[in-house]
């Protein structure tokens, strides 16, 4: 209920800032007698990983996960899961720069203001890296969810959009390349542009699409809780994300009816999947997929005017190891977060009929 | 904690199918001693009523809210505020034309597959009926909420998007036509578009935007829990809706950092405000807005192919009194949802330092 | 989430005062398809009406229950189920003497300061009216539970103790006399013992026991969410409530583990069951019972010394209707409060194993 | 939402198996800005610990807490306080006389069939070793609470009752003797007890009580959420918990109103408190004071019959190193669970009221 805590019955509570001692989390509400496979876990962690390639921040992180609890002879318990991964690197920086000085479109200031104290170092709390323990857990949730399959993907990055339809990408073909962009002429534009951008010492944006597939019919808890704006909320609470759009989205929006209705075939299925997969907040079998648009990031190699806690002018200087655009490592974040929202509803559909 | 309960502790319970004996919802934790003004409940119920003006849906319901609880000579007590809306319409029609069929891009099929029975009348508990309950809800926050001023409006039907930025806006002018557009003659080009429409049998999508003034700074539940990810929730769990920005939105994907960021000015306030008013989950001060994309409606005025119960071809026939464009109606249902969210994180917000 | 709702998936939300329009509530996350019975719903409401004998209040509420949603046919549509029940007498009586006066042991006090404001009449929300609502929601939780049967009975009433065991009890008894205590012998000496204390202008504590049979094993959300820590906590949000002890009880912690300890037989039942029902929080297929501790009613017949709003010494005159022991009407609403637990962890129980 | 996680706004959640690799928890929504001693927090875990004195369990468990985060140059920082306890002593013992086999009166058969799987070793999750986690976490509630002094003793061992009134009692004697009852005529007979009884290689039950003071007027959230209801769950979700009461608790209920009344000075305080400090739900000022009930501990120096996995008759050795009397450790768990129920009411009720 307080604000760390993800989901009403596979719950994910997760706590740590990027400097501290640890980061970590709990999940609880796993169902009891799943096979966990470790070796996924530290897939996903490796796949957003600090240092995986050249477009991304060169820090190094070696992000392993601790598991304390809820897993027994290989299986889950039913019991919580709780895990940690060491901060190794937290005492190697000099922090002092940022100690008394609010980086812009930082949350150095909000932060400040609604608590009144702040661990400044490396952006604490507001750091992405609280996203390693999203990918841990969701990396739990991946495996209760067995045969729905969840694939991220770079859709976009600045003006380069990808305009293959999704259906015709092989998800395969995601991690062949080091911006995780499936279609390798696209991906190649991609890294191209991110390698120039890195080298002027600005950031640029993207857009991360999500497909899964093999979603059973029912998920959702309507009028609320629709399966949709869950996803929205999970997806808007990683770092960077300024908009969701799911099904025909935004461009919906200039939409006819006559265009945009989806037409059932005699199995209950769609002709079309304008919606999303989603209808009225429930799942109807269809493929849901998504778009994710993240801001370029904050964090720039160019010196800003800004200010200090006194409200004085001063300057801050561009530097350390910082991603030119983080919509390549974004990807597990995003099905990760995607993973648990659909763990929590397969546990809450559980209730709808007797 | 079930699906149609919103808010940690500023909470609205609603209940109620399009057609049965009324609709309504439960106000909890709303605090005690504001000062009531029934007025403006009715003013934001007239807002959203069917039948107000030649774009809507012609159907009459005058929509009544009957308070039962939790206000006391004018002043909330800070127990439950119940409350319902009779729903005065519900025998005059004949369902038999839908209670076996499924209505393409309706929430029929899911709620069937979903609960195994349905209130078929009208859509029941997943028609946009059950939105007054919001409005009702909304108005009683928007008094709590006092200074924070919170306008919504139509920013596009279809491809004619009003390009005017909302500080040049008059939000007086919102009222002042049938669309809620404040720019009278983007106003104009809308209504001939959906009268247009309608004329066609058609539907149309449309975007609304909202911007919320005067909020403190401070509001917002990190890592989760993110001010713009529950105004997220709040929008996409609103019938029709496929996406969500806020600040930038998705155009800030295109962007640079050195574009992007916001720089302060000595008072902590920004200089541009593309952050839309959060930075970090946390409001910053600066104004809040976003945006919400409306499908077109999915029940048109021509006949459709579809299917029955048993998977049989049948044919859907367009009757009935709809909207052309869900938006104008939408807008203080938007307005609604940002008034509890809002009125939520104020209370949240209670707790953030000693 | 704020304080009027109970349960986590099959929730009760309630609103009303007892001198408002009307008191209600919504049941949400009950399953779809059980088939409800209303006249089951009107029974157990006879069961709480005051004016239905001799030893209770002589008011006269005839507590019929409104349904607005969430039943179709016949049956429930997993969508909420609103109702509520219109406060008929709330004009009749005269409450100026109460207005700025604290009644001693009433929460007059505590809302005042609490709150700031209060619905002083009948004691507003704080009124054991409120649990009329908690009546009607139970007699549907009750359906869904179907075999699970739950029987609260009288079990005391001040010093006199019914010693018969509850194994040897005729559960069909319990209505057979107006105490509701299910030993006829002792149900004579305690109706006289009622009778005697109103005579007096006095009134008389007592306590309820409960058995719920036919439980599944497996009921029950280690660590903190033990299924008697809800029913504990289910029991003391009753008005009047002073404790809760399940099983052995408090008598349990004067004996020794060799007596303690249930041992198995070999269908895992056990031989014995001092445990109640639950090992380790987790309803182990045995009896569940449990016993909860009923103060005198604080309204007594006899005038008192106590303060007004400003600290002032006054009297308190003894008037109106009211019940002089509370322990028969209560024997409805801990049945109601066990079933709406029971339902819940029926539901929670779903997720354990995949 | 899922069952280890407690409380509303000032949460914690645990995780942990008493033979895993460690336990520990997560602590949500603290206040931003408390200056947080560690020593206090070691002191109450060296109270709770294992092998501190002749009448405890003699197994080694140094119980040292790693704090993660949200700890900041001695202050919180309102983000989320992570820790863990290390289980340095998972592997000294050979559970394999457990393994298959289903001790009388513990959790090992209802885990089983609510799991379908479970860590045997020492009783896993459902051993009373989870409760050093809410030790922890209860001292850094107390930092929160300041001035709301929270003090919990041994009242009764067996038939032993102490008959002294807590307002004669010196509670800085509690831990001047090693069962902690601050009378020590009675502490003496206690120990004496325990002692005699650990000779037999028995157990045997006990009550604590507790008692808190200097609470602020108003704390509880009624109708569902009354401050002693959620005391009373926080109580009976501790191990071997079998009974609550409050103010005049079980006693009252045999009392008359015209005896059981408090009646009020002028200040707004009462002249007896047999309500126990909460009226309404809702804490008037007076101290607050409960009793609960432990059952003995169920693994006893004997040999006993029993089942295993498959039904089949086998024999329970009694070996080990455990508890003869559960409550001179106890006592600590009482005030860190009071102590998280009183934090977490802090924060609720900074909403009552504009």
């Known amino acids: 209920m307080a604000g760390n805590t993800f989901g009403k019955l596979f719950t994910l509570t997760t706590f740590g800032e990027s400097h501290g001692e640890a980061i970590g989390g709990i999940i ?23 240092g995986q390639s050249k477009i991304v921040t060169q820090r190094k992180e070696p992000d392993s996960v601790n598991f304390f609890s809820g897993i027994f ?9 709780g895990f940690n991964i060491v901060n190794t690197n937290q005492k190697s920086h000099d922090y002092s720069h ?40 969701g990396a739990i949730a991946k495996q209760f969810l067995k045969d729905i399959k969840i694939n991220a993907f770079v859709d976009s990055v600045g003006e380069i959009h990808m305009t293959t339809p999704y259906q015709e990408l092989d998800f395969d073909k995601i991690e062949s ?17 991110i390698k120039e951008i890195r080298k002027a010492g600005d950031t640029i944006g993207g857009t991360v699409m999500c497909v899964i597939q093999n979603v059973p019919v029912g998920l ?13 909320k999970a997806m808007l609470s990683i770092n960077a994300v300024k908009g969701f759009e799911y099904g025909s989205g935004f ?29 009225g907040g429930i799942s109807n079998g269809m493929d849901i997929y998504f778009r994710v648009a993240f801001k370029p ?20 200087q561009g530097k350390g190891r910082h991603d030119p655009c983080v919509v390549p490592r974004a990807v597990p974040i995003v099905e990760a977060m995607a993973a648990l929202v659909l763990a929590d509803y397969m546990l809450l559909n559980k209730g709808s009929k007797i």
Request: glycine share 10%; proline share 5%; net charge negative.
């Open 251 to 279: 461009h919906g929006a200039s939409m006819l009816g006559s265009e945009h209705n989806d037409l059932f075939n005699a199995d209950g299925s769609t002709k079309t999947n304008l919606s999303g997969g989603i209808q």
């Open 98 to 137: 940022i100690k008394d000085t609010y980086r812009p479109s930082h949350a150095d200031y909000t932060y400040d203001q609604k608590y009144g104290v702040r661990d400044y170092r490396g952006g604490g709390r507001s750091s992405a890296r609280e996203t390693a323990s999203r990918v841990a857990a």
């Open 73 to 81: 002879e290989g299986k889950t318990t039913g019991t919580p899961i």
């Open 177 to 193: 390349n080091i911006v995780r962009c499936p279609d390798e002429a696209f991906a190649e534009k991609m890294i191209d542009k």
């Open 28 to 50: 609880d509400g796993c169902p009891a007698g799943i096979e966990i496979d470790l070796d996924l876990v530290y897939r996903d962690m490796e796949r957003r990983k600090p």
């Open 297 to 316: 990031v904050a964090t720039i190699m160019q010196n800003q005017p800004t200010i200090d806690k006194e409200g004085n002018a001063t300057e801050m």
């Open 220 to 232: 959702g808890e309507p009028v609320f809780d629709k399966l949709h704006a869950e996803l929205g």
